[in-house]
């Protein structure tokens, strides 16, 4: 049979259907407004669906805890974390908006486990089921019943149209190759990132060609580069929430957990390159790794610091799966697994871990004579690390967990103003055009803001929000 066209109108057109589009898509449908979501994955949730929890200020469950955080607070917070390159109308209108989102959820059957936190900073709300089942299916459950909203699954945008100035509609392939041509009076972007995009990861990426992501999810930038065609500016290309990792560890293992302890960090060369105790700090400790020798590091640890784990808990929290405090008591056979499958190094002596992760030993060695005098005198004359997680080096056997970098999401590629609105070179609105999510820019400036953790869900459900309520106001509606 032969290709067939289709052609469709409607008010708004969606471009992805993960959080920010379906966010997107619920407002619009219970303003009133007809929208058809497009989604090309054979599910919807996009990377959302992996997704723990996601940031709030103001909400309920902080106001439980009697936490007087309020959103003026956390923008200044936010804003000067970025050092003022994210949009600071567009922060604040986010943090503004972050506790009635939560309300939000609720209403559409969404669950918190609670508020979630460190150093008394307790702004991660946790979803009961986590991304897919915790609010992918609720905000698509309501977009089913509602009989505004399409849904087409397996189906491709391949671009937009603008004409007189003006967005007019888009063109899309379904899985059979026919062309479905759309008239619609505003388009979404939210396609997410591009970290499954491997050209533009070592194109705008720091050490690019070094980094791993974190699946094929198929977040290749779709809508970045279909919004850049008509005309949009770029900002914010290159931002990554990335982590310092094991390579092709799960996450919540406790071999994973034993791995990133913030012991004695050193690159391929062997030489200490950061402050271990910032391990918490995710984006910012990857930072340091992308500075180093093919962005890989070691972790170095000995046979004292093994029974620590084991018999008197670790250090640093591991997202949701092991918390501070928890005892590895398995330990002993994880290591035992990640030295089969080469995840983990170990040697009786210093110059034997060496050979096995191929750094200089004399190098190695006077790196380890170097930390263990910060040890002993419980301060580290080389890079201020906490003293709390200062252990020496020194009873065999010595190991090497293997680190390097994984992309979870990139952000940014899009710019928009405050009301999601896509502007171009010079400032000006593309009428119809509005972004949002992790292809749009102006939340983050140069790292992703550890300091607003759930910030990537967070301003995905916010900001498809914000869309639908502003296309609603240029609708008329």
């Given at each position: 049979?032969?290709?067939?066209?289709?052609?469709?109108?409607?008010?708004?057109?969606?471009?992805?259907?993960?959080?920010?589009?379906?966010?997107?898509?619920?407002?619009?449908?219970?303003?009133?407004?007809?929208?058809?979501?497009f989604?090309?994955?054979f599910?919807?949730?996009?990377?959302?669906n992996?997704?723990?929890?996601?940031?709030a200020?103001?909400?309920?469950?902080?106001?439980?805890?009697?936490?007087?955080?309020?959103?003026?607070d956390?923008?200044?917070?936010?804003?000067?974390?970025?050092?003022?390159?994210?949009?600071?109308?567009l922060?604040r209108?986010?943090?503004?908006?972050?506790?009635?989102?939560?309300?939000?959820?609720?209403?559409?059957?969404?669950?918190?486990?609670?508020?979630?936190?460190?150093?008394?900073?307790?702004?991660w709300?946790?979803?009961?089921?986590?991304?897919?089942?915790?609010?992918?299916?609720?905000?698509?459950?309501?977009?089913?019943?509602?009989?505004?909203?399409?849904?087409?699954?397996?189906?491709?945008?391949?671009?937009?149209?603008?004409?007189?100035?003006?967005?007019?509609?888009?063109?899309?392939?379904?899985?059979?190759?026919?062309?479905?041509?759309?008239?619609?009076?505003?388009?979404?972007?939210?396609?997410?990132?591009?970290?499954?995009?491997?050209?533009?990861?070592?194109?705008?990426?720091?050490?690019?060609?070094?980094?791993?992501?974190?699946?094929?999810?198929?977040?290749?930038?779709?809508?970045?580069?279909?919004?850049?065609?008509?005309?949009?500016?770029?900002?914010?290309?290159?931002?990554?929430?990335?982590?310092?990792?094991?390579?092709?560890?799960?996450?919540?293992?406790?071999?994973?957990?034993?791995?990133?302890?913030?012991?004695?960090?050193?690159?391929?060369?062997?030489?200490?390159?950061?402050?271990?105790?910032?391990?918490?700090?995710?984006?910012?400790?990857?930072?340091?790794?992308?500075q180093?020798?093919?962005?890989?590091?070691?972790?170095?640890?000995?046979?004292?610091?093994?029974?620590?784990?084991?018999?008197?808990?670790?250090?640093?929290?591991?997202?949701?799966?092991?918390?501070?405090?928890?005892?590895?008591?398995?330990?002993?056979?994880?290591?035992?697994?990640?030295?089969?499958?080469?995840?983990?190094?170990?040697?009786?002596?210093?110059?034997?871990?060496?050979?096995?992760?191929?750094?200089?030993?004399?190098?190695?060695?006077?790196?380890?004579?170097?930390?263990?005098?910060?040890?002993?005198?419980?301060?580290?004359?080389?890079?201020?690390?906490?003293?709390?997680?200062?252990?020496?080096?020194?009873?065999?056997?010595?190991?090497?967990?293997?680190?390097?970098?994984?992309?979870?999401?990139?952000?940014?590629?899009?710019?928009?103003?405050?009301?999601?609105?896509?502007?171009d070179?010079d400032?000006?609105?593309?009428?119809?055009?509005?972004?949002?999510?992790?292809?749009?820019?102006?939340?983050?400036?140069?790292?992703?803001?550890?300091?607003?953790?759930?910030?990537?869900?967070?301003?995905?459900?916010?900001?498809?929000?914000?869309?639908?309520?502003?296309?609603?106001?240029?609708?008329?509606?």
């Amino acid at each position: 049979m032969g290709k067939k066209l289709k052609e469709l109108a409607t008010d708004v057109a969606i471009i992805g259907g993960g959080a920010c589009g379906l966010s997107a898509a619920l407002t619009l449908g219970f303003g009133g407004a007809r929208c058809i979501v497009f989604e090309k994955a054979f599910e919807f949730g996009g990377m959302t669906n992996w997704a723990e929890g996601m940031f709030a200020v103001g909400s309920r469950y902080q106001k439980r805890l009697r936490l007087n955080f309020t959103p003026e607070d956390r923008f200044k917070v936010h804003i000067e974390a970025t050092n003022w390159e994210a949009n600071p109308r567009l922060v604040r209108a986010f943090m503004d908006k972050s506790a009635d989102t939560i309300d939000w959820l609720e209403k559409l059957g969404a669950e918190f486990t609670g508020v979630y936190g460190f150093e008394g900073q307790f702004f991660w709300h946790v979803l009961k089921g986590w991304g897919r089942e915790g609010l992918i299916k609720h905000l698509l459950q309501h977009a089913q019943e509602n009989p505004n909203i399409e849904l087409y699954l397996e189906t491709t945008v391949k671009s937009i149209i603008r004409e007189g100035g003006r967005i007019t509609g888009i063109v899309a392939e379904d899985k059979e190759g026919n062309t479905i041509k759309v008239a619609c009076r505003a388009i979404v972007a939210a396609t997410g990132g591009y970290g499954d995009n491997r050209e533009w990861v070592e194109k705008y990426c720091k050490a690019g060609k070094h980094i791993r992501t974190f699946m094929d999810a198929g977040q290749t930038g779709d809508a970045i580069q279909m919004a850049w065609d008509v005309g949009a500016a770029s900002q914010g290309m290159g931002v990554m929430q990335a982590f310092t990792f094991m390579p092709d560890e799960m996450v919540n293992t406790q071999l994973m957990a034993a791995g990133l302890q913030p012991n004695l960090w050193v690159n391929e060369r062997g030489e200490r390159f950061c402050d271990e105790s910032i391990v918490p700090f995710f984006p910012i400790i990857t930072n340091s790794l992308v500075q180093q020798p093919n962005a890989r590091a070691f972790n170095i640890f000995d046979q004292d610091l093994v029974t620590l784990l084991k018999e008197k808990g670790m250090l640093y929290t591991l997202g949701e799966y092991l918390q501070p405090g928890s005892c590895l008591t398995d330990l002993d056979a994880e290591l035992e697994r990640g030295v089969k499958e080469g995840k983990v190094f170990v040697a009786g002596s210093l110059k034997g871990l060496a050979a096995q992760i191929g750094a200089d030993a004399k190098v190695l060695e006077a790196t380890v004579k170097e930390y263990n005098q910060c040890c002993e005198r419980c301060e580290d004359f080389l890079f201020a690390k906490n003293r709390r997680f200062l252990n020496p080096i020194r009873t065999p056997k010595f190991y090497a967990s293997r680190l390097g970098v994984l992309i979870g999401i990139t952000e940014g590629g899009i710019k928009i103003n405050h009301k999601t609105e896509v502007i171009d070179a010079d400032f000006n609105v593309i009428p119809g055009l509005y972004a949002g999510g992790c292809c749009a820019g102006g939340f983050t400036g140069g790292t992703y803001t550890y300091c607003t953790p759930g910030g990537s869900l967070a301003f995905a459900v916010n900001s498809g929000r914000m869309a639908g309520e502003s296309i609603l106001e240029y609708l008329g509606k």
